[in-house]
């Protein structure tokens, strides 16, 4: 029964993955169609050549793998995130104390915290 369920998951997500290709797909050919004829003297497009435009963006600009977080469900914290706290958990108390008053005085520039706050007459 488990597998006939999976099998079942798996055609819905693959439905669902064509249908909303097809439905972005009518969307950039209407978007097109409306606006580019008219703004910059370009030639309408058809439904296979506004797939083929949404498939050559997808490669050029996002590529194949999952954005941030990898969908919507599930929200993963960055790899730069991870890795910082990482190494903070590899410092000893004396480290994190010289790491954070190297980047307090990145931060404020020589200020003191607190100073030059709006509200805050000097």
Not at 45 to 59: E, H
């Amino acid at each position: 029964m488990k597998k006939k369920s999976w099998i079942l998951k798996l055609l819905l997500y693959m439905l669902i993955g064509v249908v909303a290709f097809c439905v972005f797909g009518v969307v950039v050919m209407s978007l097109w169609n409306a606006l580019l004829p008219k703004l910059l003297n370009v030639p309408a497009i058809n439904f296979i050549q506004a797939t083929g435009l949404l498939l050559l963006s997808r490669i050029l600009f996002g590529g194949f793998r999952h954005g941030y977080g990898g969908g919507w469900g599930d929200r993963k914290r960055p790899r730069w995130k991870q890795h910082m706290e990482e190494k903070w958990g590899r410092m000893t108390p004396e480290e994190r104390e010289k790491f954070q008053q190297n980047w307090k005085s990145r931060c404020y520039q020589g200020k003191k915290p607190g100073e030059g706050k709006v509200g805050n007459m000097e």
